[in-house]
């Protein structure tokens, strides 16, 4: 049996939900909604993750900002740079003005830090904050000598922009899934506060957005912005859905179609019955969405705090280790204290602290732009090593619902003209396959005339007087009950590819056949293409029968496809495809795929509008869109390849820099000084932070 139409009528009909009832209940957990996606935003930069407990996004960025403002005297008092600029600068008590600018950066900019690093330190897991609070305590503490005159070198210019870049960092850390939702929060702003509620006695009142409830029903006028998730019961217009989906063409919508809250109406007035207000509307789930891949920590993240506390005993090591031998080869204090100062603060390099925060800021808003959503950073980045991907069929590679695939008219008549007047009969009937033909007579802009007669013969089709003449549309078995002729050959290929055949009938002849079907997207053919490319196996896995199932897989150019297979059983399928040494991702509608979607090594799930929160999917595409797949495998290679390369650029300068700053070659006139050492440094943020960016291109 034809899954096409019965799905895509199921699809309608789960999405249609009764008033106060959640979407998706398994979505809910975990997640904390509020009643308006704008106030769901708020609240949510307030929060940081666990190393940034006590602190929020604003947090750090006033002490960015404030401490940068403070590092510029002290670069300008130090006398290092002075000594770079070829000036002398220097004016009585210089040196306690820069110890003053110094503490106040200390203590102000390189809070968050030492409070990190003591939570750190308590839980007995030192990592990112405590390298960094090594580091400033022991260049604050060394430069604070200058005072008593035990040492005439001071790392205070290198304290403050330590403290810059780190908190620049963890600024953008905190911020970086919150560039996608930026957009969105813009979007918010632009949704309507008052709509135009229809009462029941027909009358227009203005009321707020915040007190509509499913069921109710809406006006919205010409070039207003959609308030809430609906479907049209009366109007026709084009939406523009550009700023949600990505769709750059505006969309007819017809009634029994659905809108989504945030598109802006065209040239036409529309009556919707909302659906979805409030926490349970588009963009606040979207919104949830965002949240969640917030909370969801990235592998390479957790790499680069690995690689903090690896570098924080190294350091804490290196340094005590250097002081030790210095002192044993009879050098003075002074200098075995200088030198271990320099491998100290050295081991931090900057780079570090940006060096995934940029990649992961740059590629969520790519993905946003995109229209992906990931709801599961590990699962994003690991999508590198993907070399398979499943495809559900229907509503995934195909449309979910009937278009006409082929025309074939008998000889004296053209194909227009049998669509033309087999849709007359149709534009009366409510039947799934009568919206093929609508949409098939839009598309080719043909003229329909209304018939003078119609009536639906049950179990066999339509019939009816168009322009004078008796035309019927009717079905197979109709033809072989009444024992008319037709090109039987013609019919057995179509049929065995599993698609519905009507036939037209004029005056009792024979005219044409029309044949529909569950439609290939376009885009699917690109998809396969160059994941063919790419050297990753695409798959089809289906319910429906499999004539159906090959016949896509014959437009599509698939070589493996699994159909008849039911909803419990494709994610034994999954499994089986892993067993054979593939990482495999599964592309579906979210709902009778879940099983397979959560059993597979990514899970993405395809859907549009209101239908678009999956509680198993690691990634939604807010476009039914295959080729987004290919983006998302695209985008985490480069990705993945972004962090590996900041994380050895910012990491990798230390197995030189370390010896070079403990003296390893002194005995060889080579040493690296505290000015050398901040230049290197400086030099690997710099590379990182172009590294990062280059991602957008």
């Given at each position: 049996?034809?899954?096409?139409?019965?799905?895509?009528?199921?699809?309608?009909?789960?999405?249609?939900?009764?008033?106060?009832?959640?979407?998706?209940?398994?979505?809910?957990?975990?997640?904390?909604?509020?009643?308006?996606?704008?106030?769901?935003?708020?609240?949510?930069?307030?929060?940081?993750?666990?190393?940034?407990?006590?602190?929020?996004?604003?947090?750090?960025?006033?002490?960015?900002?404030?401490?940068?403002?403070?590092?510029?005297?002290?670069?300008?008092?130090?006398?290092?740079?002075?000594?770079?600029?070829?000036?002398?600068?220097?004016?009585?008590?210089?040196?306690?003005?820069?110890?003053?600018?110094?503490?106040?950066?200390?203590?102000?900019?390189?809070?968050?830090?030492?409070?990190?690093?003591?939570?750190?330190?308590?839980?007995?897991?030192?990592?990112?904050?405590?390298?960094?609070?090594?580091?400033?305590?022991?260049?604050?503490?060394?430069?604070?000598?200058?005072?008593?005159?035990?040492?005439?070198?001071?790392?205070?210019?290198?304290?403050?922009?330590?403290?810059?870049?780190?908190?620049?960092?963890?600024?953008?850390?905190?911020?970086?899934?919150?560039?996608?939702?930026?957009?969105?929060?813009?979007?918010?702003?632009?949704?309507?506060?008052?709509?135009?509620?229809?009462?029941?006695?027909?009358?227009?009142?203005?009321?707020?957005?915040?007190?509509?409830?499913?069921?109710?029903?809406?006006?919205?006028?010409?070039?207003?912005?959609?308030?809430?998730?609906?479907?049209?019961?009366?109007?026709?217009?084009?939406?523009?859905?550009?700023?949600?989906?990505?769709?750059?063409?505006?969309?007819?919508?017809?009634?029994?179609?659905?809108?989504?809250?945030?598109?802006?109406?065209?040239?036409?007035?529309?009556?919707?019955?909302?659906?979805?207000?409030?926490?349970?509307?588009?963009?606040?789930?979207?919104?949830?969405?965002?949240?969640?891949?917030?909370?969801?920590?990235?592998?390479?993240?957790?790499?680069?705090?690995?690689?903090?506390?690896?570098?924080?005993?190294?350091?804490?090591?290196?340094?005590?280790?250097?002081?030790?031998?210095?002192?044993?080869?009879?050098?003075?204090?002074?200098?075995?204290?200088?030198?271990?100062?320099?491998?100290?603060?050295?081991?931090?390099?900057?780079?570090?602290?940006?060096?995934?925060?940029?990649?992961?800021?740059?590629?969520?808003?790519?993905?946003?732009?995109?229209?992906?959503?990931?709801?599961?950073?590990?699962?994003?980045?690991?999508?590198?090593?993907?070399?398979?991907?499943?495809?559900?069929?229907?509503?995934?590679?195909?449309?979910?619902?009937?278009?006409?695939?082929?025309?074939?008219?008998?000889?004296?008549?053209?194909?227009?003209?049998?669509?033309?007047?087999?849709?007359?009969?149709?534009?009366?009937?409510?039947?799934?396959?009568?919206?093929?033909?609508?949409?098939?007579?839009?598309?080719?802009?043909?003229?329909?005339?209304?018939?003078?007669?119609?009536?639906?013969?049950?179990?066999?089709?339509?019939?009816?007087?168009?322009?004078?003449?008796?035309?019927?549309?009717?079905?197979?078995?109709?033809?072989?009950?009444?024992?008319?002729?037709?090109?039987?050959?013609?019919?057995?290929?179509?049929?065995?590819?599993?698609?519905?055949?009507?036939?037209?009938?004029?005056?009792?002849?024979?005219?044409?056949?029309?044949?529909?079907?569950?439609?290939?997207?376009?885009?699917?053919?690109?998809?396969?293409?160059?994941?063919?490319?790419?050297?990753?196996?695409?798959?089809?896995?289906?319910?429906?029968?499999?004539?159906?199932?090959?016949?896509?897989?014959?437009?599509?150019?698939?070589?493996?496809?699994?159909?008849?297979?039911?909803?419990?059983?494709?994610?034994?399928?999954?499994?089986?495809?892993?067993?054979?040494?593939?990482?495999?991702?599964?592309?579906?509608?979210?709902?009778?795929?879940?099983?397979?979607?959560?059993?597979?090594?990514?899970?993405?799930?395809?859907?549009?509008?209101?239908?678009?929160?999956?509680?198993?999917?690691?990634?939604?595409?807010?476009?039914?869109?295959?080729?987004?797949?290919?983006?998302?495998?695209?985008?985490?290679?480069?990705?993945?390849?972004?962090?590996?390369?900041?994380?050895?650029?910012?990491?990798?300068?230390?197995?030189?820099?370390?010896?070079?700053?403990?003296?390893?070659?002194?005995?060889?006139?080579?040493?690296?000084?505290?000015?050398?050492?901040?230049?290197?440094?400086?030099?690997?943020?710099?590379?990182?932070?172009?590294?990062?960016k280059l991602l957008r291109a």
């Amino acid at each position: 049996m034809y899954k096409g139409p019965h799905k895509h009528h199921m699809l309608h009909s789960k999405m249609e939900h009764p008033p106060g009832q959640p979407m998706h209940d398994n979505h809910q957990k975990g997640m904390h909604h509020s009643h308006h996606p704008k106030e769901s935003l708020e609240n949510h930069h307030t929060h940081g993750v666990d190393k940034h407990a006590g602190h929020h996004v604003g947090d750090f960025r006033k002490r960015f900002y404030i401490s940068l403002l403070f590092t510029i005297p002290i670069m300008l008092l130090s006398p290092m740079i002075q000594m770079f600029l070829g000036v002398s600068w220097r004016f009585p008590y210089d040196t306690f003005l820069l110890f003053l600018l110094s503490s106040f950066v200390f203590f102000f900019g390189g809070k968050p830090f030492l409070v990190g690093a003591y939570r750190e330190v308590t839980l007995k897991s030192p990592g990112m904050m405590t390298l960094i609070a090594l580091a400033i305590v022991v260049a604050y503490f060394y430069s604070s000598l200058i005072l008593t005159g035990l040492t005439e070198v001071d790392f205070f210019w290198e304290l403050a922009t330590l403290i810059d870049i780190m908190l620049l960092g963890h600024w953008l850390e905190m911020k970086s899934i919150l560039g996608a939702s930026d957009a969105l929060e813009a979007l918010v702003k632009l949704i309507p506060s008052e709509a135009h509620l229809i009462t029941e006695t027909g009358d227009v009142k203005e009321v707020s957005v915040s007190v509509l409830k499913a069921e109710q029903t809406i006006l919205i006028k010409p070039g207003e912005r959609v308030p809430v998730d609906g479907v049209i019961v009366k109007g026709e217009s084009s939406l523009d859905e550009s700023m949600l989906t990505g769709e750059s063409m505006p969309i007819v919508k017809n009634p029994g179609d659905r809108l989504i809250g945030g598109s802006i109406n065209g040239e036409g007035a529309l009556t919707i019955t909302v659906t979805n207000s409030g926490e349970k509307g588009y963009l606040s789930q979207v919104i949830s969405l965002v949240k969640e891949a917030q909370e969801s920590k990235s592998k390479t993240q957790n790499l680069s705090d690995r690689a903090a506390k690896w570098l924080f005993y190294i350091a804490l090591s290196a340094g005590l280790v250097t002081l030790v031998v210095w002192l044993m080869l009879g050098y003075s204090f002074n200098f075995a204290l200088e030198r271990m100062v320099t491998v100290m603060i050295i081991a931090c390099p900057h780079a570090l602290g940006l060096a995934i925060p940029l990649v992961v800021s740059t590629t969520t808003s790519i993905a946003a732009k995109k229209g992906l959503l990931i709801r599961n950073r590990t699962s994003f980045e690991e999508a590198h090593k993907l070399n398979a991907v499943v495809f559900d069929k229907t509503g995934t590679l195909t449309e979910g619902k009937f278009g006409i695939t082929e025309i074939l008219p008998a000889k004296r008549f053209t194909e227009s003209e049998i669509l033309s007047l087999a849709s007359s009969l149709e534009s009366q009937s409510e039947h799934p396959i009568s919206k093929g033909f609508t949409e098939e007579v839009k598309r080719r802009n043909l003229k329909v005339n209304d018939p003078q007669s119609f009536e639906a013969m049950t179990g066999k089709g339509l019939r009816g007087i168009v322009n004078g003449m008796n035309i019927k549309v009717v079905s197979p078995g109709y033809m072989k009950s009444e024992d008319i002729d037709y090109p039987s050959e013609d019919y057995n290929m179509l049929s065995l590819q599993g698609k519905t055949v009507v036939f037209i009938l004029v005056n009792e002849e024979f005219a044409g056949m029309i044949a529909l079907a569950d439609r290939v997207k376009e885009s699917a053919k690109d998809a396969i293409s160059k994941l063919n490319i790419a050297g990753i196996k695409p798959m089809m896995l289906t319910g429906d029968n499999k004539r159906v199932a090959e016949w896509v897989g014959e437009s599509l150019h698939l070589d493996e496809i699994y159909a008849e297979v039911l909803p419990h059983e494709k994610a034994e399928k999954i499994t089986e495809i892993q067993h054979k040494g593939l990482k495999v991702a599964m592309t579906g509608d979210g709902v009778n795929d879940a099983p397979a979607l959560a059993k597979a090594d990514l899970g993405i799930a395809v859907g549009a509008g209101t239908d678009v929160a999956i509680e198993t999917a690691d990634i939604v595409l807010v476009r039914s869109d295959p080729e987004d797949v290919v983006s998302i495998i695209e985008l985490s290679r480069r990705a993945y390849q972004k962090m590996i390369q900041n994380l050895w650029w910012a990491t990798g300068y230390n197995i030189i820099a370390i010896p070079l700053a403990a003296g390893l070659f002194y005995k060889a006139g080579i040493v690296l000084g505290p000015a050398v050492g901040a230049a290197l440094m400086s030099f690997s943020t710099i590379v990182v932070a172009i590294n990062a960016k280059l991602l957008r291109a």
